[in-house]
């Protein structure tokens, strides 16, 4: 019985050099920066061509969702869906109706996940981030959907006593007058204040009138938040104001979201009700690193959501997609936690994005933005960013898998199946595990490809993304692009345009995985070959060294990224 391995050929990096996380997922390039004479990390990142196809065929949509996600709709049909990391989202109204003499009260209640979040971080209209407080921090104190009014009151106290007092507002400077008697008789007394507390410079007798003007919020937007926990009642305030409409049997279980009151206003609603947005800290994960009773350490049950935290390592999104009910429905048995568990830490790796290497090509010269940036790569440092984080919002009418290739996306790494069980790799280097030669073949023909075709290559990269750092704001990034790729194509430019980026965040994310992008598009040798059961333990994604005599290969280093049986000798 012989094994086929289907390799991708790498070119070791000395170990001092692995540092620069944007030579990942790269198709098998052949890459030397001639100038430093240093080899970078060359990875297969499994079907380019098929992925491709498919990215550009799904473009539409994805753009689409990418857009529609922040957009809060009306509808009786609308999907579930799941929350992962932390994403801006619109929601679906469950509820809505007015209330009052005038029905100048308008209520809505907003399902935004069909899970219980982590938290829900901000609430956005429009392009408004509401700062909210006052009773029960539920009222919104900003502008335009507050407004402050000056408003005038008065206060009898004194007895003959005391001298300091405390009062029910913080007057406004110039405007508080203290007088003891009526008319003719009365006499203003001497007093100053600081905030709310007056103080007088003789006590004053009782039936002394303070009178003053003081500021207020009127607000005229209300928001009560709902994470979808265990056991959530209904929202109290909505089944007051509605009873017999929204009452006890309507507790929203299992759904994150907010209730939202609009106070009628000429003024500030002059266009008609604005979108409503939030940002969320979506699913509590499962970290088989945290679980004591898996190999782990920590309180963490695979069992148990209450033991879950939320997180934005992507490897544990994707975990947590693959066995959601929601999502992919699989047992947890089927999502190997091993390898789970290595990308998880390699997504956790701390780097300073501030502070990184400049990245090259495979001439030594540096690839940059359009405007001259330098794209960064490859320096650990100080700062507490992790190598990769993701967020997305997953639709219930979507195949999880495409979700999934989103996420991996992410981490510049890739999935595949070992028989029915979930495999995924960051976008790291891993030392080999094994080391073949020529005695380990088992005959029969080596194809080997060692370029691909030229309508699959670019050499500059365009992309969207959701923009943390921007109020999440959909934002073009910076093109990436490499003068040296141009000059091997005859000047020619060969763009790869219309990404959106729907599980990236960060722009220095974004940028690695388009230099990725476009160096994986410039090379690939791949082989195909027969072996012995020496090769036995290979499986998936592990690197061995391979010495060919035919080909001038000695320990070069390869990465399964494919396997069969055959029983034909």
């Not at 890459?31 to 992925?51: E, F, M, P, R, V």
């Not at 408003?151 to 405390?166: N, P, R, Y």
């Not at 072996?531 to 280093?557: C, E, H, M, Y």
Request: overall charge negative.
């Amino acid at each position: 019985m012989m094994r086929r391995l289907l390799a991708a050929f790498l070119l070791m990096l000395p170990a001092a050099a692995w540092a620069d996380p944007l030579s990942i997922i790269v198709a098998a390039v052949y890459y030397i920066g001639a100038a430093k004479g240093l080899a970078a990390i060359i990875y297969i990142a499994g079907s380019l061509y098929q992925a491709d196809r498919a990215r550009k065929k799904a473009n539409a949509a994805r753009n689409a969702a990418l857009r529609d996600r922040v957009v809060t709709v009306r509808g009786a049909t609308e999907y579930r869906r799941i929350i992962l990391g932390r994403q801006p989202a619109g929601g679906v109204v469950a509820f809505h109706g007015s209330v009052g003499q005038y029905k100048e009260q308008f209520v809505m209640v907003v399902a935004v996940a069909a899970h219980e979040v982590d938290a829900i971080e901000d609430i956005w209209l429009n392009d408004t981030k509401l700062v909210l407080g006052g009773v029960g921090g539920e009222y919104v104190q900003n502008e335009p959907y507050a407004k402050t009014e000056v408003l005038s009151t008065a206060e009898s106290l004194g007895d003959g006593s005391t001298t300091v007092f405390t009062l029910a507002k913080a007057p406004l400077a110039g405007s508080l007058t203290a007088v003891y008697g009526i008319g003719v008789e009365s006499s203003v007394l001497a007093c100053s204040f600081s905030g709310t507390t007056l103080t007088f410079a003789v006590a004053p007798p009782a039936g002394t009138n303070v009178s003053y003007q003081y500021s207020t919020i009127v607000s005229y937007v209300r928001v009560r938040k709902f994470l979808g926990a265990p056991g959530q009642t209904v929202d109290a305030v909505v089944s007051s104001l509605f009873p017999g409409e929204w009452d006890s049997t309507h507790p929203m279980s299992g759904c994150a979201g907010f209730a939202i009151h609009f106070y009628y206003s000429e003024d500030v609603f002059i266009s008609g009700l604005p979108n409503a947005m939030t940002v969320c800290r979506g699913a509590k994960c499962y970290d088989v690193r945290k679980d004591s009773t898996a190999g782990g350490s920590g309180a963490h049950r695979a069992n148990d959501p209450s033991t879950w935290e939320w997180t934005e390592n992507v490897p544990l999104l994707i975990n947590y997609l693959a066995t959601s009910p929601l999502g992919g429905r699989m047992p947890i048995a089927n999502v190997s936690q091993t390898h789970v568990a290595a990308a998880a830490e390699v997504c956790d790796t701390l780097v300073d994005y501030s502070n990184w290497a400049h990245l090259v090509d495979e001439n030594g010269l540096l690839i940059t933005t359009e405007d001259g940036d330098v794209i960064l790569a490859g320096a650990t440092g100080t700062e507490e960013d992790p190598l990769y984080t993701a967020g997305l919002i997953y639709y219930c009418n979507q195949r999880p898998i495409d979700a999934i290739a989103e996420l991996c996306e992410a981490m510049a790494g890739k999935y595949d199946f070992i028989g029915n069980t979930l495999v995924v790799k960051a976008g790291n280097y891993t030392a080999p595990v094994l080391s073949l030669g020529d005695d380990d073949f088992a005959g029969g023909p080596v194809p080997v490809t060692t370029k691909i075709p030229r309508e699959y290559k670019y050499n500059e990269v365009s992309a969207k993304i959701l923009d943390r750092a921007q109020d999440w704001r959909e934002v073009p990034m910076p093109r990436v692009v490499s003068s040296a790729y141009v000059a091997q194509d005859n000047g020619e430019k060969l763009p790869l345009t219309g990404i959106d980026y729907q599980a990236i965040t960060r722009v220095e994310q974004a940028q690695q995985v388009s230099a990725v992008r476009m160096r994986e598009s410039r090379q690939a040798l791949t082989f195909t070959a027969r072996f012995k059961l020496t090769a036995l333990p290979l499986q998936i994604f592990d690197t061995f060294s391979l010495t060919n005599a035919k080909r001038g290969w000695v320990a070069k280093p390869f990465e399964v990224i494919g396997r069969s049986w055959s029983l034909d000798g």
